[in-house]
């Protein structure tokens, strides 16, 4: 009785605090999720294929797939034939306890795989030679196991084609007409499933002994009278930026729009409205006070919360950032498209001002989310001198380093702005680089120039613009000859000084203010956390303590009792 009165007194009050900091610990744990939610629709902007979408008319017959270097347009295609696989199967039947191929034959299967016509000059050969007796079973295995080895693009199987009977199927595990089977021969002359020879390549057995399930074909489309076939059912790049994968013949044209995808992201501006909010109910469930009741929630009076309130604002305030004298045509912050801060802390959209910046500023929506490298050059041309001004002398080169890969101008004539803007990109579309140069309107003391405006068409680090130079006119010497992305001002010369660089859209600055804020090592969250948990600890170990001085008082208090029952028995 005594026992539960002290733990009663001394431990139910450590109980009860170690109760309010786990419920502390919990409500933490639930901020920690939502701002986790908003962390991902934040992400979700650098989707690959976030600023456009693709409309196809049949969506059974072609699948297109796209990215942000997507060009916008309208293309027609019919399918005239899908890729397959060749599959051939053998007219020997066998049970599968019989013996196919004896001990020291061989069963040797020889593929073409440049087949053209009726030739071909490369081919994978599986060889299997019989140590001991082999069933279907065995030499099925055999050959599926040396395919995998030497990446032979065959596979076997067996058909069960009556009562106990069984037959061998070969098929080629990639598509393409330039894959055919040649021959398939069995050394052993009691043995089964030899005889294959298709000498004019046409998918066929000379001799009878296998029917073609499928022959091997190429796909094959047309745009208007143009047939363009190709091995797989995949035709990558076929429009710029633009993968179609056709899945079925067509009888008349399939059309396919590739526009800009406004409601993609009007739904991720939408999500990142509904998720932030999520996180301001959440502060205020648990950060709450009633005046009325005086009941608080478990986090109010705790510092987290005003903490984790002052950085989401920050978080969702980010402006983009661009160096200073510059106005790149674009949006700074998320609240310039519709996005606005309600009284009660939470985020709304007005749609009718996002439904129109998407549908007339598509462009500009872009520069919220964008993270290709880009550089603008120091100097530029007079918006008077723009038609008429040399910027790079007629035998001039202009040359840039992006991704390891490198584009060069010669000039055929003194170039204009305009016309070397003009001849960067039709050469990067030519040669396939992720390079694209525009004209930007700068103002400066005296009036407005224009500058050259160098930008990946590829995201990421593999994707930096490493060096810019240029040997005459006004762009001469611009030069980072160590790739770091810091242009050399050794000789004094230096023309080119970074605009938009790494992460510097706005939603890219949100991105690092909640990967700081959850942080697993720094970030409010896991402090505040640490902090509890070294609390939990505290009162774990004052509890421990507490308990050993109760049972030391129980202890001592029993002694004095037998002590006193003693004195009383000898009374």
């Given at each position: ?29 639930e901020i ?6 908003f ?15 693709a ?16 060009q ?19 007219k ?8 196919i ?5 061989t069963?040797k ?6 087949a053209?016509g ?35 693009p ?8 009556g ?12 598509t ?29 057995d ?5 029917v073609?399930v ?22 990558k ?8 994968t ?9 059309q396919?729009?590739?526009d800009?995808?406004k409601e993609g ?41 005003s903490m ?73 041309v ?6 008429t ?14 991704g ?47 500058k ?11 994707y ?42 706005a ?26 948990q ?12 507490t308990?050993?001085?109760?049972e030391?008082e ?18």
């Amino acid at each position: 009785k005594q026992k539960e009165v002290l733990s009663k007194v001394k431990l139910k009050p450590i109980e009860e605090e170690a109760s309010k900091i786990q419920e502390k610990n919990s409500a933490v744990l639930e901020i920690q999720q939502v701002l986790l939610d908003f962390q991902t629709s934040i992400r979700s902007f650098f989707d690959e294929v976030a600023f456009y979408k693709a409309y196809v008319s049949d969506e059974n017959a072609v699948e297109v797939r796209v990215s942000n270097n997507s060009q916008k347009g309208t293309y027609f295609l019919e399918v005239v034939e899908t890729a397959h696989v060749q599959q051939v199967l053998s007219k020997d039947k066998v049970s599968l306890s019989d013996p196919i191929l004896s001990a020291g034959n061989t069963f040797k299967i020889v593929l073409a795989t440049d087949a053209s016509g009726k030739t071909y000059s490369k081919s994978k050969t599986i060889t299997i030679t019989a140590s001991s007796n082999m069933t279907l079973d065995e030499l099925i295995e055999a050959i599926n196991q040396q395919a995998v080895d030497e990446g032979i693009p065959i596979v076997a199987s067996k058909v069960k084609v009556g009562e106990d009977k069984y037959s061998l199927m070969l098929a080629t595990t990639q598509t393409g007409a330039k894959y055919k089977f040649v021959s398939v021969t069995n050394s052993d002359p009691s043995g089964k499933f030899g005889g294959f020879e298709d000498t004019n390549l046409d998918g066929d057995d000379d001799n009878g002994k296998y029917v073609t399930v499928q022959n091997s074909t190429d796909a094959v489309i047309k745009l208007g009278s143009l047939e363009i076939s190709n091995p797989s059912n995949e035709f990558k790049e076929l429009f710029p930026g633009v993968d179609v994968t056709v899945k079925e013949k067509t009888s008349s044209p399939v059309q396919i729009t590739i526009d800009d995808n406004k409601e993609g992201v009007k739904e991720k501006i939408e999500k990142l409205v509904e998720t932030y909010n999520k996180v301001v109910d959440s502060l205020k469930k648990y950060g709450y006070y009633d005046e009325v009741t005086g009941e608080t929630g478990p986090l109010f009076g705790e510092s987290v919360v005003s903490m984790i309130r002052t950085q989401l604002l920050d978080i969702i305030g980010s402006n983009a950032v661009v160096e200073e004298n510059t106005s790149l045509e674009g949006f700074r912050n998320i609240f310039q498209v519709g996005v606005y801060l309600g009284t009660d802390g939470k985020l709304y959209i007005k749609d009718y001002k996002l439904d129109y910046i998407l549908s007339t500023e598509f462009e500009k929506v872009k520069t919220l989310f964008r993270t290709n490298d880009r550089w603008i050059s120091a100097k530029g041309v007079d918006e008077a001198d723009i038609d008429t001004e040399s910027v790079l002398d007629a035998g001039g080169k202009f040359s840039v380093m992006i991704g390891g890969l490198k584009l060069t101008i010669v000039a055929s004539s003194d170039y204009t702005l305009p016309e070397l803007v003009r001849a960067i990109n039709k050469e990067a579309e030519k040669s396939a680089i992720p390079i694209k140069a525009s004209m930007v309107k700068v103002k400066e003391d005296g009036g407005s120039v224009y500058k050259l405006l160098l930008e990946g068409t590829k995201s990421g680090e593999d994707y930096r613009i490493e060096w810019v130079e240029s040997d005459s006119g006004t762009f001469y010497d611009i030069l980072d000859g160590d790739g770091t992305g810091s242009f050399d001002e050794s000789d004094g010369k230096l023309q080119m000084v970074p605009g938009y660089k790494g992460l510097d859209s706005a939603i890219e600055v949100m991105m690092k203010r909640i990967d700081s804020l959850l942080n697993g090592q720094t970030g409010i969250i896991n402090l505040i956390q640490e902090r509890y948990q070294a609390q939990l600890d505290v009162l774990k170990s004052e509890h421990e303590r507490t308990q050993k001085e109760i049972e030391r008082e129980i202890e001592r208090m029993r002694e004095e009792f037998l002590r006193l029952e003693k004195i009383k028995a000898e009374m």
